[in-house]
């Protein structure tokens, strides 16, 4: 997933993934690709480097019986950054048993995760939020 254009020249690289797709860590450099006109890390690139993952590993997870889509994002930018930061998703299974007896019936799920956007020495640089729609197919 490292080559996905998305990724590739964004300074965005995946430090982990698990077989499962159950949890996911995410890097994001400072370089001057991912610099904005003040020096600190752009917003659009944190934004980018956390977007997709809540979505795949949901839809791995229950499969192809269900359509997963974002719903919406909300971020909060806490502290100007100026070095790496990287951000960490964990699915637990809890997670994925309340999604699909909510959808059982065939009903539309919507359902918020958040994660932070942290750097190494564990500053919190945003709050991010992602909320995903989940259905079983018809």
Known sequence: MNAWPPFLFSGIRIQAMSADFRHVRVRL????????YVGTLFGGSLV??????WMLMVLRNLGPGYVVWDKAAEIEFVSPERRAVSATFDLREEVLDELRAEAADGAKVLRWFDNDVVTEDGTVVAHVRKQLYVRRKR
């Open 29 to 36: 450099a400072h370089t001057p690709l991912t610099t904005n």
């Open 48 to 53: 980018a480097m956390v977007d997709p993952f």
